[in-house]
C-alpha cells in the first residue's frame, strides 16, 4: 500500500506546475465541500481579525483621550452626558458613575450618606465594567472557534480523501482513480493549517490587547470611584457648613424679633413708675 501511495504523492506533487487550480479540479464534491468552508472560514477569520484590531486600536485612542481631558475637569459628578451618544468605555463608567450620584444630589449631609451614595456609585461602575469586557471580549469567541475547528475541518477533508483513495485501490487502479482522494486529502489538510495558523497568531495578539485593556478599565474604575469620593465628601461638607449656617441665622432671626417684640411690651407710662390710684385706701395712705 505504501509503494502504491509514495509514486501517486510524488506524481501529485510534480504537478505543481499546473497551478492550485488543477488540485481543486481533481477533487470530488465532498472534498470540494470541505474545502470552500475552509476558505469561508479563512476569510470570516482574517475579517474578524482585522475589524478586531481596528476596534481594539479606537477604543484605546479613545479611552486615553478622555482620560487626558477628565484630569482638567475641576469635577467629575458635574459632567454631562447626552442621552443616545456614542459612549468610549470610559465616557459611560463616568456616565454610569454621574447617574448613580444624581440620585444622591442635594441629600448629602453627613458621612453615612456619603457611605450610601458611593455604594451606588460603586455598583453602577462594576455594572459598567461588566458590560465593558463583554464589549471588549466580542468577536474573541469566533476566533477562537476558528482556532480549534479549522484543523479538525482540515482532518475531516483528509479522512475523507484516504477514504477515497483506499476505496479505488484495485487491482487495475490508476493515477487517475486515486488523484481525487489524494488532492482532497492534501488540499484541505493545507485549507486547515491556513485557517488556523493565522488565527491562532491572530488571537493571542488580540487576546493580549484586551487583557492589557481590562487591567487600564479596572484601574480607571478605581481611581473613578476613589475621585468621586472625594468629591462627595467635599461637598456633604459644604452641606453640612450651609445647613450650620441657616440655622443660626434661623436662630439669630428668631432671637432679633423676642427683643423686638419684650422691647415693645414694655411702654414709660408703666404702672411701676406710677401708683395705682385705684387701689382702695391710698388717699389715707398719703
Known sequence: MKAMLSPVLMVVLADAEKGALWYFKQMDAPGLAVAAVLVVCSLIGWGAMIQKWSDVQELRRRNHGFERRLRDEPSVVALNFPRGANLGPYEFLVAEAVSAVQRHKGRLLKPSDVTLCMGHVENAIQRGVSR????????????????????????????????????????????????????????????GLLVAIPATFGYNYL??????????????????????????????????????????LVRAAQVASMTTAT????????????????LPGWEDAQ
Not at 215 to 235: I, P
Not at 238 to 247: D, K, L, P, W
Not at 264 to 278: K, L, V
Open 207 to 248: 487576546l493580549t490587547q484586551v487583557k492589557i485593556m481590562t487591567t487600564e478599565l479596572e484601574n480607571f474604575a478605581s481611581s473613578l470611584a476613589d475621585r468621586v469620593e472625594l468629591e462627595l465628601e467635599g461637598e456633604a461638607r459644604r452641606n453640612f457648613e450651609q445647613a450650620q449656617e441657616r440655622e443660626r
Open 132 to 191: 465593558t469586557m463583554v464589549n471588549y471580549e466580542s468577536k474573541m469567541v469566533l476566533l477562537s472557534s476558528l482556532v480549534s475547528g479549522g484543523p479538525f475541518l482540515g482532518l475531516l477533508g483528509t479522512v475523507w480523501g484516504v477514504m477515497v483513495t483506499f476505496g479505488a485501490l484495485t487491482e487495475k487502479a490508476s493515477i487517475a482513480q486515486l488523484a481525487p482522494g489524494v488532492c482532497g486529502a492534501l488540499v484541505t489538510t493545507t485549507l
Open 263 to 278: 422691647a415693645a411690651s414694655i411702654s414709660p407710662a408703666s404702672p411701676i413708675d406710677t401708683p395705682p390710684s385705684a
